[in-house]
């Protein structure tokens, strides 16, 4: 059974930094696109990331970096420079692709971000 | 980036109801669109891949069509279970793109 399970979120003054980890189990990390999703307080959700072996995609260039480890089968997002916009729930979800698709499949439980003062 | 727009914002539906949400494309993405519906406090769950795919273990009343800018999820004999907010999510090219939500409500 495919699991993510994700640790990390805190609450952390503006201008901090943070990092979250995402732990997956029942499949192998290294053959799948990994990805970030957030929804902030009553809003929608929106993607932040992806990663795949070296290859990165983000919506947040320098302030959001995606890393893999594949030895801990586990993802991670370091977040810098942190802004109370930045609170939400993150998720960590699998990215299924194929010729003719491209969805996140699997999700974890998400871990909550708090930005204040 | 790709702008997705979802109508309506929220409805109210009873059980047994056909419910019809849809989504357009600020431009032409073939049928790189997922539907997803998240109860609250849940993770969300993909429900429609590729248009008009049904995820594995989906209830079948849930069906999924369009292309290019206009698509549409069909939740046909409304059940319980189903009052949820869904989201569109369109995956041919980066950024991903989400629509706004539909919250389906009970009536």
């Known amino acids: 059974e495919v699991q993510l399970v994700e640790s990390g979120g805190a609450l952390v003054q503006p201008g901090g930094s943070l990092r979250l980890s995402c732990a997956a189990s029942?499949?192998?990390?290294?053959?799948?696109?990994m990805s970030w999703v957030r929804q902030a307080p009553g809003k929608g959700l929106e993607w932040v990331a992806n990663?795949?072996?070296?290859v990165t995609e983000k919506t947040y260039e320098g302030r959001f970096t995606i890393s893999r480890d594949n030895a801990k089968n586990s993802v991670y997002l370091q977040m810098s420079n942190l802004r109370d916009e930045d609170t939400a729930i993150y998720y960590c979800?699998?990215?299924?692709?194929?010729?003719?698709?491209?969805?996140?499949?699997?999700w974890g439980q998400g871990t909550q971000v708090t930005v204040s003062s | 980036d790709i702008q997705m727009t979802q109508s309506p914002s929220s409805l109210s539906a009873s059980v047994g109801d056909r419910v019809t949400i849809t989504c357009r494309a600020s431009?032409?993405?073939?049928?790189?669109l997922n539907w997803y519906q998240q109860r609250p406090g849940k993770a969300p769950k993909v429900l429609i891949y590729?248009?008009?795919n049904l995820q594995a273990g989906v209830p079948s009343r849930f069906s999924g069509s369009g292309s290019g800018t206009d698509f549409t999820l069909t939740i046909s004999n409304l059940q319980p279970e189903d009052f949820a907010t869904y989201y569109c999510q369109q995956s041919y090219i980066s950024p991903l793109t989400f629509g706004g939500g539909t919250k389906v409500e009970i009536k």
């Open positions: 979800a699998t990215y299924q692709t194929t010729t003719a698709s491209r969805h996140f499949d699997h």
């Open positions: 990663i795949k072996e070296d």
């Open positions: 590729g248009a008009s």
């Open positions: 431009q032409t993405m073939y049928t790189y």
């Open positions: 029942g499949f192998s990390l290294s053959t799948y696109w």
